[in-house]
């Protein structure tokens, strides 16, 4: 247990839903990162946070995808109208020289 | 692209042996290199790093090796457990740009351990 958590572990949808991932790093980390995990492929960096403030976003997070870190403390993953090529693992790390991750949300869009 | 590049997609070693875990980049704006093992449905677990400025760090059974002139690490496991048996995943980043220290990661290597 790194102390990242991270809610659900799993979500099935169907196309078109909206979905929202949340994650709780660790308290005194004030860097906070996503990314995604495909089949057969490592983590790719979607976003990160300094505090409250998103200071990077990949070319990967379309404008389906928003990311919110209210406060600096939790930050929640929104995915609109989902598409099945949304399906993949999300991942959290939460920085203070190295990153550690999350146990991840399995998301499966039908 | 693929700017970290782990062409070993598994590698089966037997109890008590070497684990020779390899890891490419093409990056030369990457100076700091990290190792994580991945269980089945969990996140990836920090192993151990290394700076541009070494070429070897050592952790108890684990090693990381870097060769700067030929953009190569490796991660050396003596002896090899059994319950090492996971997905070693390869990552780089620069710490001092403005990228904030995000990692780049391979695409994984599937280590299996046999008794």
């Known amino acids: ?110 | 692209d693929q700017q970290v590049k782990q062409n070993s997609p598994s590698l089966s070693v037997q109890e008590g042996r070497i684990s020779i875990l390899n890891c490419d980049y093409t990056n030369s704006m990457f100076d700091y290199f990290l190792w994580y093992k991945k269980y089945p449905a969990e996140g990836p677990t920090f192993l151990i790093s290394i700076s541009s400025i070494k070429d070897k760090n050592e952790d108890g059974r684990f090693t990381v090796f870097l060769n700067k002139s030929a953009k190569h690490l490796s991660l050396h496991i003596v002896p090899s457990q059994p319950g090492d048996s996971a997905v070693y995943f390869c990552a780089a980043t620069s710490p001092g740009a403005t990228s904030g220290s995000r990692l780049t990661f391979g695409e994984g290597t599937q280590l299996t351990v046999n008794p």
């Open chain 1, 1 to 110: 247990d790194t102390g990242v958590s991270q809610d659900p572990r799993h979500k099935i949808t169907k196309r078109g839903q909206n979905v929202t991932f949340r994650c709780d790093p660790i308290s005194e980390h004030n860097r906070l990162y996503w990314y995604r995990q495909t089949l057969g492929q490592g983590p790719e960096f979607l976003t990160y946070f300094q505090n409250e403030a998103q200071l990077e976003k990949s070319r990967l997070l379309s404008d389906r995808f928003s990311a919110e870190r209210p406060k600096g403390s939790f930050s929640t993953l929104e995915i609109q109208r989902t598409e099945q090529g949304d399906s993949a693992m999300y991942l959290c790390a939460s920085h203070r020289e190295t990153q550690y991750f999350g146990p991840g949300t399995r998301l499966l869009v039908l």
